[in-house]
């Protein structure tokens, strides 16, 4: 069946430092991927998605490109702020199944 | 002008006890969602509504029945609730994707949450 494995957290990181948060994943068909955040006391919210392979994604300065040959969309972002501290989850999913399947998220808080 | 609304935010309740949590959203969406987020912030989907009509229901104990009167609203009720129920649990909506475009799928707003605490 299809699943999301990301890295496990918490991620510590400074502010200004680069940030790398890895997603891989299993499909048995070709599913668009997303990334979604979670900030303190909040909902999820769309962060990035891409819809076929080598798409990127990118948003408020992440970025994120879906890899078939590595089944791998990993998020990035070249310099965090302290307001980026927050979960984030990978997920992926199908039209037809109306449907997403989430990664077990990984929290990320920024120091000042 | 909030998206997808719940009620309530918050939910302390004593064991066997019967609860509903209401959810409406106010974006025109067909398809709706219940999920249950855990304390280590795994995120599961419990059931999907399609136009009224359910979609998606995942392994969930018959206690957890949901209730959609229009499409702009999904209820979930919880009979004879327990301390494993004690969680975060979020209503979502989308718009249906385009069935014959395999990569059309379309963003799921989530609502702010309820915290449900069984005591």
């Known amino acids: 069946g299809d699943s999301v494995t990301q890295m496990e957290g918490p991620v510590t990181l400074s502010e200004e430092a680069f940030l790398t948060i890895n997603c891989t994943y299993t499909?048995?068909?070709?599913?668009?991927l997303f990334w979604y955040v979670q900030y303190p006391g909040e909902g999820l919210q769309l962060l990035l998605k891409?819809?076929?392979?080598?798409d990127k994604g990118s948003n408020k300065g992440f970025e994120a490109t879906y890899r078939k040959e590595t089944t791998s969309f990993h998020l990035e972002k070249g310099s965090v702020q302290v307001s980026d501290s927050a979960v984030y989850f990978c997920?992926?999913?199908?039209?037809?199944?109306?449907?997403?399947?989430f990664g077990s998220g990984t929290r990320l808080s920024i120091r000042p | 002008d909030t998206a997808v609304s719940q009620t309530p935010k918050y939910l302390v309740t004593q064991m066997g006890n019967d609860k509903s949590i209401k959810c409406e959203q106010n974006?025109?969406?067909?398809?709706m969602y219940w999920y249950k987020q855990d304390s280590k912030k795994f995120l599961k989907i419990m059931f999907s509504?399609?136009?009224?009509?359910?979609?998606i229901n995942e392994t969930v104990p018959n206690r957890f029945s949901p209730k959609s009167p229009d499409k702009a609203h999904l209820n979930l009720h919880i009979n004879s609730l327990e301390l494993g129920d004690s969680a975060v649990y979020f209503c979502?909506?989308?718009?249906?994707?385009?069935?014959?475009?395999?990569?059309?799928?379309?963003?799921?707003?989530f609502g702010p949450g309820t915290r449900l605490t069984v005591l």
């Open positions: 974006l025109g969406h067909d398809t």
């Open positions: 979502a909506s989308s718009q249906e994707g385009d069935r014959d475009h395999q990569n059309s799928y379309n963003e799921q707003f």
């Open positions: 499909a048995t068909g070709y599913p668009s």
């Open positions: 891409a819809t076929k392979a080598d």
């Open positions: 509504y399609n136009n009224k009509e359910l979609i």
């Open positions: 997920a992926l999913g199908y039209s037809s199944a109306s449907k997403i399947i």
